[in-house]
């Protein structure tokens, strides 16, 4: 069963502070992603990576920075939190498919993510 | 224009009746197409992929129409356990994928 876990559920923060999203995922998948979700805009996609020390800016790339040191791991950095980046953050990951990667997405569960 | 646009609901559908509802997308070079699903406050999950010639998994049932442009969902004898938000995704490039905003089912016994 594909595992994807993040490092916290909830997280606040103050404005300004540098913030950390971790995910972990166990199914080594080459994929991995960061959305954000908020309510009416649907999930948007901050960054990606294809394989370890790769990323590839998403849709909604200002702001956040993201690092791929091992394979299974890919973090999220907020350099300064802002409140507009208030949301709920999640990570997904997937395997690479013959055609390029057009495989399932699995989710972890979520970082509710508030900035005061 | 959005990419991918669906109609919010709520749609209140009374137990064992049945719903559809239908997305469309911007982007005619998109191959391939799902419906997720997403229960309060939980992460999304495959649902089913989307096929040309429409596809079922039990009680639910999937359409594309390529010329036109959207995918549909249609769910039979709907039961109080498939309340939840049902995004429509489509692919773009290597991997990546446009989600919608949802379309929110609410079940009532």
């Known amino acids: 069963d594909v595992k994807v876990t993040q490092s916290s559920r909830y997280l606040v923060k103050r404005t300004g502070e540098k913030v950390f999203l971790e995910c972990v995922q166990d199914m080594d998948h080459e994929n991995m992603f960061w959305y954000r979700q908020d309510p009416g805009l649907g999930l948007r996609l901050i960054y990606f990576s294809y394989d370890v020390k790769m990323k590839e800016k998403g849709d909604i790339p200002e702001g956040y920075s993201v690092s791929r040191e091992k394979k299974e791991r890919f973090s999220l950095i907020l350099e300064s939190a802002s409140t507009n980046q208030t949301s709920m953050y999640l990570c997904?990951?997937?395997?690479?498919?013959?055609?390029?990667?057009?495989?399932?997405?699995?989710f972890g569960p979520g970082t509710r993510l508030l900035v005061l | 224009r959005k990419e991918v646009e669906q109609d919010p609901g709520p749609f209140n559908v009374p137990e064992g009746a049945t719903v559809a509802f239908n997305c469309t997308y911007s982007n005619s070079a998109s191959q391939s197409f799902f419906w997720y699903r997403q229960d309060c406050r939980k992460e999304p999950k495959l649902l089913m992929s989307v096929y040309s010639s429409g596809n079922e998994d039990g009680r639910f049932t999937a359409q594309l129409n390529r010329a036109s442009q959207y995918i549909s969902l249609l769910i039979r004898d709907s039961k109080l356990s498939d309340s939840a938000t049902y995004l429509c995704?489509?692919?773009?490039?290597?991997?990546?994928?446009?989600f919608g905003a949802g379309t929110q089912v609410v079940v009532t016994p």
């Open positions: 997904a990951s997937s395997t690479r498919g013959e055609t390029g990667g057009q495989e399932t997405q699995y």
């Open positions: 995704v489509v692919t773009r490039s290597w991997g990546k994928l446009q």
